[in-house]
């Protein structure tokens, strides 16, 4: 038998389900709802709800969205050619969020990983090949995380693109050390794409 009713301990439970909530966070959370006016907990529940019947995918660059195409892809101004692939939504948001970026995106949804059993036809790689003659691509800037799994994923890409359009550009997201970092700190996999990604400053 629980110390809460059972309705706050079933609220508890399913908060904890969410990830980075543990037990002790999710009781706060259900406790602080408890608290509040049920005006807010309408407005909770009703967030919720909408956020399941109206978020979908973006048919052309698969990223989270209510209107379709979003956007971003329905900004015509942002057609200049240039695509910045990344692994997940929440990528493209960081990115979008940082205001330097003004091109469009592609969300492949994962990166490669066969121990996990995900190979290429279970990301949005055929996808992003239809779109490259169809928007007129002229740049692909390879945005998958720093992980062994993401490098993997981007030296793929970089093969089939290269392979399907010789002419077109493949960049990659520079890697390295970062802003206010320490060399001394720094792991052996971090000192070598710094090094490999460096650039002239005398010219």
Known sequence: MGIYPKSLE????????LPGIGQKSATRVALYVL????EMAESLA????????????????FNLTDDDPCPICSDENRSNGTICVVEGPGDQLAIEEAG???GRYHVLHGVLSPLNGIGPEDLKIG???????????????????PTTEGEATAFF???????KD?????????????????????DRMTLEHA?????????
């Open 195 to 203: 090094l490999g990604s460096r650039r002239l400053i005398n010219q």
């Open 127 to 145: 996808e992003l090949l239809v779109r490259l003659s169809k928007e007129g691509i002229k740049e692909v800037i390879l945005a998958t995380n």
């Open 35 to 38: 608290r509040s006016n049920r």
């Open 157 to 163: 890409l970089a093969k089939l693109l290269s392979e």
């Open 10 to 17: 079933k609220l508890i439970k399913q908060f904890s389900r």
């Open 46 to 61: 009703k967030s919720l709800i909408e956020v399941k019947e109206k978020i979908k995918f973006c048919s052309t660059c």
């Open 166 to 186: 010789g002419k077109l550009k493949i960049a990659r997201i520079a890697l390295g050390v970062p802003m206010g970092g320490d060399l001394k700190y720094m």
């Open 100 to 102: 330097i970026f003004k």
